[in-house]
């Protein structure tokens, strides 16, 4: 991961949960991994702490749509917003994978909480929803977790 990335990821923590800033696991250490990684053979197993936090933030991405059709105020959506910075925030405390397996995961949770925090800016940012989406749109092809289900695909 990219110092500027690290640094953003580290600002995200510290803004959502200090505590997480000082957690057991140092992500200072996979700072030099920066080329992309070619989706595993064998899907990594997710633990019960990483299905949590990622489970937390498929649920309020599923529920964002109902602000990006109009049937959520901007303090909801905001709220799930906070819900989303939570999660990450207590994957990164939690976080005990391979180096590689981590960088992946910050490849995703670092533009989604780059998203999060542009869409706090700008609640009537809508694409900042739709880029959240997309930060975590591979998880399933790296990560075996069977509570990850597809998004459900409403129509309006």
């Known amino acids: 991961m990219s110092p500027m990335k690290l640094s953003v990821v580290l600002l995200a923590v510290l803004a959502v949960a200090p505590g997480a800033a000082r957690a057991q696991h140092d992500h200072a250490a996979h700072a030099h991994v920066t080329q992309p990684v070619p989706p595993p053979a064998q899907r990594w197993a997710a633990d019960a702490a990483l299905r949590d936090g990622?489970?937390?933030?498929?649920?309020?991405?599923?529920?964002l749509r109902h602000y990006e059709m109009g049937h959520m105020d901007a303090t909801m959506a905001l709220d799930r917003v906070g819900l989303i910075e939570q999660a990450a925030a207590d994957i990164f405390a939690k976080c005990k994978l391979a180096p590689e397996q981590d960088a992946?995961?910050?490849?995703?949770?670092?533009?989604?909480?780059?998203?999060?925090?542009?869409?706090?800016?700008?609640?009537?940012?809508?694409?900042?929803?739709?880029?959240?989406?997309?930060?975590?749109?591979?998880?399933?092809?790296?990560?075996?977790?069977?509570?990850?289900?597809?998004?459900?695909?409403?129509?309006?």
């Open 54 to 63: 990622m489970g937390r933030i498929h649920t309020a991405l599923e529920e």
């Open 104 to 156: 992946v995961l910050h490849g995703m949770l670092v533009p989604l909480l780059g998203a999060a925090q542009k869409l706090k800016a700008d609640p009537q940012d809508m694409a900042q929803v739709q880029a959240m989406r997309d930060a975590v749109t591979d998880y399933p092809r790296y990560f075996d977790d069977p509570d990850w289900t597809a998004p459900v695909v409403h129509t309006h």
